[in-house]
Structures are given as C-alpha cells and as structure tokens.
C-alpha cells in the first residue's frame, strides 16, 4: 500500500520565523512528488518535483526531493500571518495522474 | 474561468438517504478525480476517471458510484447514506498526463 507520512503533524511560530516541513514516502511506481496549501477551502498547487537535488522556488518557499531517501522538504522563510494553512504533500503514482496525499501540517504563524 | 465547480457547497443528509454531488470543469481537462477528506486526514481517492465513458475505483469507493457521459461532468453518488459518509468531499481534474490537480471549493456533507 502507497503511504505518504508528514511531519510535523502541526507547528506554531512566530513571524519572521524558518519553518521545514518534511515529507517521507513508500510508494510503488513514483512519479512525481507535489507540494498544496490548503488554507480554508480547496487546495492550491505550490510545487512540483520529478529530480532529485533541484530546488524549487517561489519567493520565500522552497523545495527539494531526495528519491535515493524518499523524502521531501518544503522551507518557508521570514513566516508571515498569510502563510497559515495546511501544506499537503502528495505524491503521484502508476498512469492516471493519482494522488496519495499524507495528513498535512498545520501551520499557524502568530504575530 | 471558472475552472472546477461543484454543487451543493453543503449538505446535511439522514442516514439511508441517497444523493448526487455534482462537479463540473470548464478546462477541457481528460482526468477527473472525487476525494474525500476526513478531520485531520489527508485527502483519499475514491473515484476517478480518464475520460468520458471510463471510470475506475480509488482507495476508499464502497457506498459511492459516479459516471462519466462528458469530458465537464463527473457526478459522485451516494446511495444509503452513512455517518461514516460524513466528510468534505473534493472534485478535482488534470490535463493529460499532469499531475497538477485543480480542485472543487468542496462540499461538506453530515450524514445524521
């Protein structure tokens, strides 16, 4: 059975704080690891990574994927109050484009 | 652009109760997708499609049914509503082979 872990499960900072959420995975024909904010609705897509060691970008958040270790980072530097949400992990597995997702990270960010 | 639409936003639902979410997309995507998600879970696979007139079963699809007649509509079924059934329910949908999903606001049915 694919699984997908998250850790932490939740996190509180201050803003103006790093943050690294992690995701690990076991999976069976990988293809694709990807990266949502979930704030109260729907989730929005962040990132997406197919190669190990090559950092994605979009302004303070990051990631990276190490497929020899199965597990991904996603980095959110100097935190804002608008970067509360829950990060979904997901990865893409078999033909389909199929989604596992892991339970997520709650962020909050207070002032 | 209206991207993934879906109807009702909410629901409460009597046990035994049978009824459809509707999920609709404007982007000419191929694959569909209904996801569930229960508090604190992530979201899990139950149905989902390749294209109009092919269906198959995800992780978690006993007590749903969908169709397919269209490339837009993907409607998810519930016959004989569960508490268990209780859960907020996403439409998704993804160009050919991409696995970006755009995603449904989502409905929040109650079973009760």
């Known amino acids: 059975e694919d699984k997908v872990v998250q850790s932490p499960l939740s996190l509180v900072v201050h803003e103006g704080d790093t943050v690294t959420l992690n995701c690990s995975y076991e999976?069976?024909?990988?293809?694709?690891l990807l990266w949502y904010k979930q704030e109260k609705k729907a989730p929005t897509f962040l990132f997406m990574l197919?190669?190990?060691?090559i950092e994605k970008k979009s302004g303070r958040l990051s990631s990276i994927l190490d497929k020899k270790e199965l597990f991904s980072i996603l980095n959110i530097t100097a935190t804002q109050t608008g970067d509360s949400a829950i990060y979904l992990c997901?990865?893409?597995?078999?033909?389909?484009?199929?989604?596992?997702f892991g339970t997520g990270t709650r962020l909050q960010v207070t002032l | 652009n209206a991207g993934v639409t879906q109807t009702p936003k909410f629901r409460i639902l009597k046990i035994g109760q049978s009824m459809t979410l509707q999920c609709t997309q404007d982007?000419?995507?191929?694959?569909m997708y209904w996801y569930r998600q229960d508090p604190g879970m992530g979201l899990k696979l139950i149905y989902y499609?390749?294209?109009?007139?092919?269906?198959d079963k995800g992780e978690v699809p006993n007590g749903y049914n969908v169709s397919r007649s269209t490339t837009e509509d993907f409607p998810l079924r519930l016959e004989l509503a569960a508490p268990s059934q209780t859960s907020v329910y996403f439409c998704?949908?993804?160009?050919?082979?991409?696995?970006?999903?755009?995603f449904g606001q989502g409905t929040r049915l109650t079973v009760v």
């Open positions: 998704a949908s993804t160009a050919y082979r991409s696995p970006e999903a755009f």
């Open positions: 999976v069976t024909n990988f293809r694709s």
């Open positions: 197919t190669s190990s060691g």
């Open positions: 997901a990865v893409e597995t078999g033909t389909a484009s199929k989604l596992t």
């Open positions: 982007m000419n995507h191929n694959y």
């Open positions: 499609s390749v294209g109009a007139g092919i269906t």
